[in-house]
């Protein structure tokens, strides 16, 4: 057992992981220690304090979950565009459930977003289930304000997949395009553009919004699909 999994079976908490396992029904309960979120962030930043940590980033794939979780918080903390690129493009194969794939948020990728647009046509595209999730998790985060495009929500109708956690982001997507270009998203949906269940989870997601207006949501009610649709 290496320090850092020592390490990280010191901080777990049983009862934590009883509520995680439910959460995370793909992933086996004996790969899930039970750390919680801050307690993981924490000991990244302890690592990158210390250095000596890249033997872990170089260990693919991790035994437990929180081990990817850990790994997902390095890559955060690296500055260097190119350099945090790479490590997320080699880590995103590993990735086998939403939240590590969710927590993924690298700051740096902010600072740099036309070279980040960049890649995503090859994530959405990979065909890989959380590679996917998390290219339409990347232009929902950095391409719905000032760098949004229509064709952003193009390559996200574009796709379709039989894996739920990428039908749920896509629908989430929408969700959120509805509440920053509601004009644009709302043609996705009155075009039928999405698959039946995505495009009705798309609106229910809305509906849930305090950031949808109440005539909006009337008339996203209007649009909802029935099996026959």
């Not at 908490?13 to 919680?36: C, H, K, Q, S, T």
């Not at 894996?163 to 920053?180: H, P, Q, S």
């Not at 644009?184 to 798309?202: I, P, Y």
Request: aromatic residues 12%.
């Amino acid at each position: 057992m290496t320090e850092i999994q020592e390490k990280l079976i010191a901080l777990a908490e049983p009862g934590y992981r009883d509520f995680m396992a439910p959460l995370l029904p793909n992933v086996p309960r004996e790969r899930i220690l039970g750390v919680r979120t801050p307690a993981l962030r924490s000991f990244a930043k302890e690592l990158c304090r210390k250095g000596g940590y890249s033997a872990f980033l170089e260990e693919l794939p991790h035994a437990y979950y929180e081990e990817n979780n850990l790994h997902a918080f390095l890559i955060e903390q690296i500055r260097d565009f190119d350099r945090c690129l790479a490590e997320t493009e080699r880590f995103l194969p590993h990735i086998d459930n939403w939240a590590t794939c969710d927590c993924l948020r690298p700051p740096v990728f902010k600072k740099h977003r036309e070279k980040l647009l960049a890649r995503l046509p090859a994530w959405l595209a990979s065909g890989e289930t959380y590679t996917v999730r998390y290219g339409i998790g990347m232009l929902m985060a950095h391409f719905l304000d000032d760098l949004f495009d229509p064709r952003y929500l193009e390559w996200v109708a574009a796709l379709r997949s039989g894996e739920y956690y990428v039908n749920m982001m896509i629908a989430w997507y929408f969700a959120t395009a509805l509440t920053k270009q509601y004009d644009d998203a709302l043609l996705c949906l009155q075009e039928r553009r999405l698959d039946r269940w995505t495009h009705n989870k798309a609106i229910q997601k809305a509906l849930e919004s305090y950031r949808i207006l109440p005539e909006q949501k009337a008339y996203l009610k209007t649009l909802k699909r029935n099996k026959e649709d």
